[in-house]
Nanobody
Framework: QVQLVASGGGLVQAGDSLRLSCAAS????????IAWFRQAPAKGREGVSY????????YYADSVKGRFTISRDNKKNTVYLQMNSLKPEDTAVYYC?????????????????WGQGTQVTVSS
């Protein structure tokens, strides 16, 4: 069964850190481009961080650049999102997603598998 399970969210204060995990089962994450998206209440889903398959190139939205780091552990078949210096505007449900396409995959519709989402709430 193909599945992505996102975890690690929680309630933190501004300036704190969290690490989100996205564990895959039923397929090998290394062959897929991975992204973290987030969706705040009454807003659309936006891409936060991307990592390509193979060479592991990364891309970050301007809003998180310098604060978030995406990485993958192929042995654990897991991708992480380290989030530092969190701000109240980072509050959202965070989703991981996997795309079978090569390179950095920026289009939301190009993602085939989605995790269930994990809530991140940052208080001021």
């Amino acid at each position: 069964q193909v599945q992505l399970v996102a975890s690690g969210g929680g309630l933190v204060q501004a300036g704190d850190s969290l690490r989100l995990s996205c564990a895959a089962s039923g397929f090998t994450l290394d062959y897929y481009a991975i992204a973290w998206f987030r969706q705040a209440p009454a807003k659309g889903r936006e891409g936060v961080s991307y990592i390509s398959s193979g060479d592991g190139n990364t891309y970050y939205a301007d809003s998180v650049k310098g604060r978030f780091t995406i990485s993958r552990d192929n042995k654990k078949n897991t991708v992480y999102l380290q989030m530092n210096s969190l701000k109240p505007e980072d509050t959202a449900v965070y989703y991981c997603a996997a795309s079978p396409y090569d390179g950095l995959v920026m289009g939301l519709s190009e993602y085939e598998y989605w995790g269930q989402g994990t809530q991140v709430t940052v208080s001021s």
